[in-house]
């Protein structure tokens, strides 16, 4: 695995909030109440929490790990819609 420098985190940081604001509405609509992680602009794993998702790349040797998030349901979402 290689080193991720400072710059290059914060580039995947700001792809992935890029991402969630111009697909948020999506994954509510596909996933609510689920957690998903999501990398290279798809959703790569769903499951029921935090700690399945992340055990599914726990030993995948890669150089950033996806972004992990819990999709809020619809009526707990109204401010995130866009």
């Known amino acids: 695995m290689k080193q991720i420098t ?15 604001s111009e697909n948020m ?27 399945e998702v992340y055990a599914l790349f726990e030993k995948s040797n890669q150089d950033w790990m996806p972004l992990v998030i819990e999709v809020p349901d619809p009526d707990k979402a109204q401010g995130l819609l866009i």
């Not at 400072?6 to 969630?20: H, V």
Request: charged residues 20%; proline residues 0%.
């Open 6 to 20: 400072q710059e290059e985190g914060a580039k995947i940081l700001q792809n992935y909030s890029k991402w969630l």
């Open 25 to 51: 509405n999506d994954l509510i609509a596909h996933y609510s109440g689920k957690v998903v992680a999501i990398q290279e602009g798809a959703v790569v794993a769903v499951g029921d929490s935090y700690q």
